[in-house]
């Protein structure tokens, strides 16, 4: 419910050879963004149109997800749009030994409406035991490019520790990227890197194409909506930049400089020729 609702949520037959990949996505609209969501059972939710009881930790068998915003007024002449997607997917996998890795985040993140969505970017890694012994001492690390535009937390790495994943368990770590805002497309790698005892080093690579949002202008304060750094400047007009000129009025100001630039020339010429006798011809 409300800013615990994941961005989106993922299913699939087998970690190890999916046949079918589903995912669902809540929160890629700017606006009205749903109020709550639920994971429960399809023969529950399918006979309770709205409010059924859903108890944390029940299994669910025939599972469903639902998309729940509360009511709310809709004044004369207004549109509201309710919005969801649902629809195939894939991740990055490599099964490899005794354990089966997977990597999913978006691969593109759009800039729309003054911010970048989603923001923070959501990567989870899926990790489970396909062997008959118990893996130990298992650490998986998600790292970006330390002079990239993202971060995750305070850093570019980070890292979660399994002492121990017993046959046939998944654990799927999760990780926030916050884009800080470039002012041309660019795309840059996430890096999952998963070691355990006994085995070898896994890494998996997913590209991330994040769209062109922000314009230095000089201010080196972050921008509040999309957290651009190094200044920035966004269609929503960061607050903490300067006013930026329209092109209509940089057309007019580069007219203006072009006809004072001529005119300060043939004044200086014109004195020149008066005071000294002679011309100085200045090209320009």
């Known amino acids: 419910r409300g800013s615990t609702i994941p961005p989106y949520w993922q299913a699939f037959d087998s970690l190890t050879e999916p046949g079918v990949v589903a995912q669902g996505s809540f929160l890629r609209m700017s606006q009205n963004r749903p109020d709550a ?17 859903v108890t944390e930790g029940e299994t669910n068998g025939d599972s469903a997800v639902t998309v729940i915003w509360e009511p709310a007024e809709l004044r004369p002449g207004e549109t509201k749009d309710y919005t969801t997607w649902y629809g195939l997917s894939a991740f990055i996998r490599n099964v490899e030994d005794n354990l089966s890795v997977g990597l999913y985040c978006d691969s593109y993140v759009p800039f729309e409406n003054g911010s970048y969505n989603p923001n923070p970017l959501t990567a989870v890694a899926y990790l489970e ?114 006013p930026q000129p329209s092109c209509f009025q940089k057309i007019c100001q580069a007219i203006g400089d072009f006809f004072y630039r001529v005119f300060h ?20």
């Open 265 to 284: 020339m043939v004044h200086i010429n014109a004195f020149l020729k008066v005071a000294f006798g002679f011309e100085i011809h200045i090209d320009f």
């Open 37 to 53: 969501v639920q994971f429960t059972n399809w023969p529950k939710v399918v006979g309770t149109p709205w409010n059924c009881p």
């Open 129 to 242: 035991n396909t062997g008959n012994t118990p893996l130990r001492d298992v650490t998986v690390t998600l790292s970006v490019p330390r002079d990239g535009v993202m971060n995750i937390g305070d850093d570019v790495t980070a890292s979660y520790t399994f002492t121990q994943i017993n046959p046939g368990q998944t654990v799927q770590p999760v990780w926030d990227l916050r884009i800080n805002g470039t002012s041309e497309e660019i795309i840059e790698p996430v890096i999952l890197t998963v070691r355990a005892d006994g085995l070898s080093t896994r890494t998996l690579t997913q590209d991330v194409t994040i769209a062109a949002g922000c314009t230095d202008c000089g201010v080196d304060e972050p921008c509040p909506q999309c957290h651009c750094t190094g200044g920035c400047h966004c269609d929503h007009q960061n607050p903490v930049c300067p």
